[in-house]
């Protein structure tokens, strides 16, 4: 299900509830990038399973949110501190 409308999300239970996997980052685009997944769960488990790694580990990783877009190892850190980030 996609949250966004014009880029923003619907409300922020929605965008931490949605869907998510997280890949390889090499994984991330190619044809059998769906057989890719390491973990799966709602957007906010898999940015905290992520922020919680450690940082190489974390830089060869992405998150695929359903309906939106991939999220690169920043992005998720930058995700993790957000005052709207579930407790």
Not at 12 to 33: C, K, N, P, Q, Y
Not at 36 to 63: K, Q
């Amino acid at each position: 299900m996609n949250t966004t409308i014009r880029a923003e999300a619907a409300d922020a239970a929605s965008f931490w509830s949605d869907h998510a996997t997280v890949l390889r980052r090499e994984a991330a685009d190619g044809i059998f990038h769906g057989f890719a997944t390491l973990h799966s769960g709602t957007f906010a488990d898999m940015v905290r399973l992520v922020n919680r790694m450690p940082e190489s580990e974390r830089a060869t990783l992405v998150i695929e949110k359903s309906g939106d877009r991939q999220y690169s190892a920043a992005e998720i850190a930058s995700l993790a501190h957000r005052d709207d980030f579930p407790v």
